[in-house]
């Protein structure tokens, strides 16, 4: 089974300053994806960015970016220029690659707060 | 983008009684469709997953009694909780994928359910 784990509770960050979140998780399977989802006050959860675990290159969506360091397991999420509207709890979360769509299994979350 | 809808989207019942969740893929098809519980600042746990014309696949742990869930058409998923408990009170979200081997997940927006 796979695990993923988000080791920071809670986070603050200043707007237009820079934070990374942190991301690790567990498997013995060698294709999969990696998604950080957003979950503002409303609960709608937003896709922020996924990962493949086959490419090398690290993803980038605008001021969200990863650190996709797949030897040691880890998955971290670095917002730039961070925005009130950032503002909200975020989930790492992991998908086997098995050819049809499949569970995502969630971290526990990271609580980001965006400061003036 | 796909859109995915729940009804409702908050429910009061009374100890003992049924209450059922929608869950609806508007512009798309789902033949496969999640069920999640999210309770307060706590992470999605999956529950089953919702096969169309055939049976549901729970989760380790989550009596299938209890959550029954019908996957009728290719747009509609119910999660029915019977004979609801105080400890069934609990935020309720459905995702589907864009299609059978989509990576890519829409998540509805959520249901909380309130158990007196």
């Known amino acids: 089974a796979q695990t993923v784990t988000q080791s920071q509770p809670e986070m603050s960050v200043q707007e237009a300053e820079t934070v990374t979140l942190s991301c690790t998780y567990d498997?013995?399977?060698?294709?999969?994806?990696l998604f950080w989802y957003k979950q503002p006050p409303s609960r709608q959860m937003i896709l922020v960015i996924r990962?493949?675990?086959?490419?090398?290159q690290n993803a980038t969506e605008n001021r969200f970016s990863v650190n996709f360091q797949k030897a040691a397991k880890s998955f971290s999420l670095k917002i730039s220029d961070s925005q009130l509207g950032d503002t909200a709890m975020y989930f790492c979360?992991?998908?086997?690659?098995?050819?049809?769509?499949?569970?995502?299994?969630f971290g526990t979350g990271t609580r980001l707060q965006v400061t003036l | 983008g796909a859109v995915v809808s729940q009804h409702p989207s908050w429910v009061i019942c009374k100890s003992g009684t049924s209450v059922k969740i929608e869950c609806r893929s508007l512009d798309f098809q789902a033949t496969t469709m999640f069920w999640y519980r999210q309770f307060p600042k706590q992470s999605l746990m999956l529950m089953a997953t919702s096969n169309e014309g055939s049976k549901a696949t729970y989760e380790q742990g989550v009596e299938k009694d209890k959550f029954l869930i019908n996957h009728a058409s290719l747009t509609l998923s119910t999660l029915t909780v019977t004979s609801a408990h105080p400890e069934d009170s609990s935020f309720y979200i459905c995702s589907a994928p864009l299609s059978a081997s989509s990576y890519e997940q829409y998540f509805g927006p959520g249901t909380r359910l309130t158990v007196t």
């Open positions: 979360a992991f998908m086997s690659y098995t050819g049809t769509a499949s569970k995502l299994t």
């Open positions: 498997t013995s399977e060698n294709n999969y994806y």
């Open positions: 990962q493949e675990a086959y490419k090398q």
